[in-house]
Every structure is written in structure tokens, then in C-alpha cells.
């Protein structure tokens, strides 16, 4: 099946309110999501009350006695739906061994043809179906076996850090006429009629890298792990029974590290068909009247359906499956990595001509980022159509670790001669210090959010073009002050943006925030740091929260003084479209999260300009 697989909840997809009904019902639902931490660690707390009784399974205890699973009461895996997902946000294995569940992963996330793949299964069933499917301008099965087998086994309380640590189930070697792509194992167990699924994931890259293709798409991985959220962890969030809350304790309670050897979490390989994007735009100003609260209709939707909160932001199915799938039909012959090949292979794009990175790619390793310089500087194109780069990770051991706003806790940064490889943000002037935008063409803080909740919730929904006669708009027929892309929307959720000022009706770089002077500024949208929350709406009416929070922020990690001038300045973003001269190569830009959307759902003008970018890179 592909990612357009039939939702197995019971729960329907939230209707959409009427202008009658929409201020008390949205208040509600914000009230509900704001709560649902609370929530959780309240009925856990009265679950683990009570007297569970221990039993035995394959010579386990009940995970209720277990010392590893003790604190975990989640639902049965095909019991996830709106009720059961708001005390229990979180995917974990069932405590109880009747339960029919099957859970997966590979023990890497990229190899090459003829490498062995250990596949990690944890199931309840007495055997599992494997079906390996290649996701790419088709959904082609590779490779099927039936009759598979694995056990129960106990998983530790904190897998997300440490990884689950179940045994390896089964091993197979990929042929080597696999092509390089995105390969998705598909797990399924059947018991009484009833069949549950799950998903483990694994990235192909080519034996002899740019030797039959001159185009690399490197997926975000560094994203995804920082944002899947199975047993309750990560760079977001940790579990209520560690400590963690809601949105509300983003910044002081979130896992530092996020091991890869733990299932994805629903929604992240595969999704409901119909799934919606995080950004959103009403299609008349009559469907957000004067005084409506946020909306956050995706949101609604993945807790109704039993999805991760997070995959609206992070995953192959919301966003890089998207490009992979849109390039091969147009027939662009692509090969594929993923952001953390770089640390092992840091030569990866010697023989491409350029490379691609779509979506989210917010977390990327030192490793990555120095091998876009390198290829940059050397004559390499580089094409992103990706929002909200912020954060510099490292990989070791499996493990992704990301500090983030504690970074002087990190071990290198005690160190001043490895200070810069601390793991924070990137413009964190007492870290890294490198603002992104010499290398991607923008900033993640000079963003950040548009179409969603209280940022820009009545916006364009696209990009303003103000050099309509640049390369890039060619064959899109771009007249100035156009809005490109408003109808999908492409801005949104996260964006990025640039310091920027008009001369004569055109925008140029101001350069404060790192930019190089000759970088062309060819389209904005306006963005803001967080919600504008002043609009009458009670304070669990607001996911995100306010922009000036955000903004702190950004003026404490550039080592300025917090003051009402220097918050002003980065309480407004943009989005943006840059192109920009590297060395010998050049960047093309456009900082927004949802751009491919618009090559889902057949966009001309945004197909007109991907290709354009896509041509020339690749001549």
C-alpha cells in the first residue's frame, strides 16, 4: 500500500464549523489540545494506581510489573483515535500481549545494493507479513515474505534516547539491481479478521554515487528525527511521567538526543489519504470572519485519526515523497542519501552535478553542511524548496543529539577550540556563529511562521514576485507583483526569510543578518515569529504562542541586548525566494516548508519554475 492507505480509526475527521458555531467550538478544541499533556499525566498517574495483577507471555512479565515499561498505559495499536490519542499522544507498545500490534525498524537508515538490512520486529502476533515497496512515480512492490516470525519484548521507558533494543527478527541482502530511491517495509499481521500495519523505512543510495545520475536528492532525516515522537520523545517534547508538558514546555523539556533504533511515528512514512498540511488558508475572508479564534485544522485532524502531532511538520509522507514522486513522472533521473550519509561519506556529491532538499530540513549535521560548501564553492548547483533552517545537529552512534537552547550543557562547547561544533542554532554567537544564509540563501530566523493559527491567518498564500525577469520565472509567465503559489497555499507553516530593504520597488539585502550584498531577493511573503495574540482570544486559543516569546530568543542567541528596539526587529519575518553566487556554483532558494504541494496538486506556475531550477542546475 502506499501512503495513501485507509485510516483504521474509528474516530471521523472533525468537521469544519459554521460562522455560527465557530468561536465557541475552535476555543473548545484549543482548550483540548492545549490540555492533552495535562491530561495524560493525570490518567496515567490514576492508571497506575490501581492493581494491574502481573501475566505471563513468551516468559515476560505484563509490561504493568515490567521495570521498563511500568510507567506506560498506551492503547492497543489499532485502537488510536481521537478519545484514546488525547490521554496518549504518544506511540509505545501495548501493555497487554492479547493485543494484536506489530512494530519495526531497520537497524540503519541508508545502505547501498548488496548491503545486509537487520530488520528489528516486535510483535504479538505468532508470525508477520514483509512487503518492500520502492516509492517513487510508481509504488512498486520489490520484494514480499510471508510467515515471518519475532516475539513480545519489553521496550525501555526511554527508547527515544536509547533505542528500543529489541533482537533482530530477520535479515535480507538488497540485490544489487535495486534502484536508488526511498524503500518502505511495510509490516502486517492479521488475527480474527483484524489486519494491523506498520511501517519501517530505509534510503537506498547508489553504489557508484553521480556515476548514472546528476542530480542528488538528499532527504531531510536530520527533521524527521527530531520531530517523530514514538515513546513519548523528542526534541519537542519528552513524556509527561519525565517531566514534559505540552507546546508550553518546547524550550526546557524536550529530549536532547533521539535514537534512529525505535519505530516511526504514525504519519511520517505513510499517511491517510486526504491528510492535510499544517499551513492553511481560508478560501474567502467569509470562512475566517472578524473575530474568529486560530484555527489549526491539521492539527484536528491527526488527533481524530491516531496520528503523531509531529508529522505535520517532518517525514517522507508530508513532504519529501512529494518531490520524489513529482521529479520521476517528469522524468528526472535522480538518486537519493539522506542528510546523515554526509558523516560517513562526507565526499557524497563529488560527481553530481547538483542536489536537491525539499520540505522541512531544519536539522542538519556540520558534516552536511560543509559538503554543500565544498560543492558549491567547486562549481555544484544547489536547489531548496525547503523552509526553516535552524539547527545544527550531530550523529554518532545512531543517535542524533541537539541541545539546542541549553547549549552550553553540550561537551563541546566547554571546549573553545570545538565551541563551534556545539549543537544549537546556527547563528548562536557564542557557538557556531555562520548564519545559514551563506549557504541555503536565507535564515530560519528571519522567518518563521505564516498560514496557521494567529500568523498570518488571512494571508496571500504565496510568494509576491518582484523580479519577474529573472531565470527562474521563465516559463512561468511572472508579471511583477504577482502572488505565486497563493492558490495551494506553498507559504506556509514555516518559513524562511532575509533582512531586506526597497530601492524603487525592488527588494535588496541589507546584509545585517549575514547575507551576502549581491544575493537577488526575487520574491517575499510576509511571516511572523510566532501568533499575534492579541486579538481577544483567550490564551489556550494559541498552539504556537506569541511572537515576541520567539523573539527573545533570536536576540539572546545573537548575544544582543533584550530590548523593546531589538525585539521589534524580529517580531516580523518573510519568506523568501533568493538566488545567490557561491564561489564557482550558485543557490536557488524558496524558504517555505509547503512549496511541494504545489507540485502535488499540479501547480503550473510552481511546476513551471521547479523544472526551470531543475533544467539549468542539471545541464
Not at 505535520?312 to 517528469?330: K, P, Q, T, V
Not at 531544519?362 to 555544484?380: K, L, Q, S
Not at 541589507?510 to 495574540?533: R, S, V
Not at 492579541?534 to 498552539?543: M, Q, R, S
Amino acid at each position: 500500500m502506499s501512503d495513501e492507505l485507509e485510516s483504521k480509526s474509528s474516530s471521523p475527521s472533525p468537521e469544519a464549523p459554521n460562522k455560527d458555531t465557530a468561536s465557541q467550538t475552535n476555543i473548545d478544541r484549543r482548550t483540548v489540545l492545549k490540555s492533552a499533556a495535562g491530561v495524560a499525566a493525570g490518567a496515567t498517574a490514576g492508571l497506575m494506581a490501581s492493581d494491574a495483577g502481573a501475566t505471563e507471555f513468551d516468559g515476560l512479565a505484563d509490561a504493568l510489573a515490567s521495570p521498563l515499561q511500568r510507567d506506560r498505559i498506551p492503547p492497543s495499536q489499532g485502537a488510536r483515535n481521537w478519545v484514546m490519542n488525547l490521554p496518549y499522544w504518544y506511540e509505545f507498545p501495548s501493555n497487554d500481549p492479547n493485543d494484536l500490534e506489530v512494530w519495526g525498524y531497520t537497524d540503519k537508515m541508508s545502505y547501498v545494493p548488496g548491503d545486509e538490512v537487520a530488520l528489528h520486529v516486535n510483535t504479538t502476533a505468532e508470525s508477520y507479513k514483509l512487503t518492500i515497496q520502492r516509492d517513487g512515480a510508481e509504488l512498486e512492490t520489490v520484494q514480499v515474505s510471508e510467515g515471518l516470525t519475532a516475539g513480545y519484548y519489553e521496550t525501555p521507558i526511554d527508547c527515544y534516547e536509547k533505542g528500543c533494543g529489541w533482537p533482530v527478527s530477520h535479515r535480507f541482502t538488497i540485490p544489487e539491481d535495486w534502484k536508488s530511491g526511498r524503500y518502505v517495509l511495510v509490516l502486517e499481521v492479521e488475527r480474527d479478521g483484524v489486519t494491523i500495519e506498520q511501517e519501517a523505512f530505509f534510503t537506498l543510495r547508489a553504489k557508484d554515487p553521480g556515476a548514472n545520475s546528476d542530480i542528488l536528492f538528499i532527504l531531510s532525516t536530520g527533521t524527521w528525527l527530531a520531530y517523530t515522537d514514538f515513546g513519548g520523545g523528542s526534541a519537542y517534547r519528552i513524556p509527561p511521567e519525565a517531566g514534559g508538558g505540552g507546546m508550553e514546555t518546547r524550550d526546557t523539556a524536550y529530549s536532547v538526543t533521539q535514537h534512529i533504533h525505535r519505530p516511526w511515528a504514525r504519519g511520517f512514512i505513510r499517511q491517510p489519504e486526504g491528510t492535510p498540511t499544517w499551513g492553511w488558508k481560508p478560501r474567502r475572508y467569509e470562512d475566517f470572519p472578524i473575530g474568529s479564534p486560530p484555527r489549526y485544522p491539521s492539527t484536528e485532524y491527526y488527533l481524530a485519526n491516531g496520528l503523531s502531532f509531529k508529522n505535520m511538520l517532518a517525514g517522507w509522507a508530508g513532504y519529501d515523497s512529494h518531490f520524489a514522486r513529482w521529479a520521476e513522472r517528469e522524468g528526472y533521473n535522480i538518486e537519493y542519501a539522506s542528510q546523515h550519509d554526509f558523516v560517513e561519506h562526507p565526499n557524497l556529491l563529488d560527481k553530481y552535478k547538483m542536489c536537491v532538499t525539499v520540505g522541512h530540513d531544519e536539522y542538519v549535521t556540520p558534516e552536511n553542511r560543509n559538503a554543500f560548501d565544498r560543492f558549491i564553492e567547486a562549481g555544484g548547483k544547489f536547489a531548496r524548496f525547503a523552509g526553516n533552517i535552524n539547527w545544527q545537529v550531530r550523529y554518532e552512534d545512531g543517535v542524533q543529539i541537539c541541545y539546542k537552547h541549553q547549549h552550553e550543557k553540550d561537551p563541546v562547547w566547554a571546549d573553545p577550540s570545538t565551541r563551534h561544533l556545539a549543537s544549537t542554532w546556527w547563528h548562536q554567537h557564542d557557538g557556531a556563529n555562520n548564519p545559514p544564509v551563506t549557504t541555503w540563501g536565507v535564515n530560519g530566523h528571519k522567518g518563521v511562521y505564516a498560514m496557521i493559527g494567529g500568523a498570518t491567518p488571512r494571508g496571500a498564500g504565496g510568494f509576491t514576485v518582484y523580479r519577474n525577469k529573472h531565470w527562474a520565472f521563465a516559463d512561468a509567465d511572472q508579471y511583477y507583483g504577482d502572488i505565486l503559489g497563493g492558490s495551494v497555499p506553498v507559504i506556509g507553516s514555516e518559513v524562511d526569510g532575509i533582512e531586506y530593504t526597497f530601492r524603487y520597488g525592488l527588494p535588496y539585502p541589507t546584509g545585517e543578518d549575514g547575507a551576502p550584498m549581491d544575493l537577488e531577493i526575487l520574491a517575499l511573503a510576509p511571516a511572523i515569529a510566532g501568533e499575534e495574540t492579541d486579538h481577544g482570544h483567550p490564551p489556550e486559543a494559541h498552539f504556537l504562542g506569541p511572537a515576541e516569546r520567539d523573539a527573545v530568543q533570536y536576540v539572546e542567541t545573537l548575544g544582543l541586548e533584550v530590548t523593546p528596539e531589538n525585539l521589534d526587529k524580529f517580531v516580523r519575518g518573510c519568506a523568501a525566494i533568493t538566488n545567490m553566487k557561491k564561489g564557482k556554483g550558485e543557490v536557488f532558494c524558496v524558504g517555505t516548508l509547503q512549496w511541494v504541494h504545489g507540485l502535488t496538486q499540479g501547480e503550473r506556475f510552481v511546476e513551471a519554475v521547479t523544472r526551470t531550477v531543475i533544467d539549468r542546475y542539471s545541464a
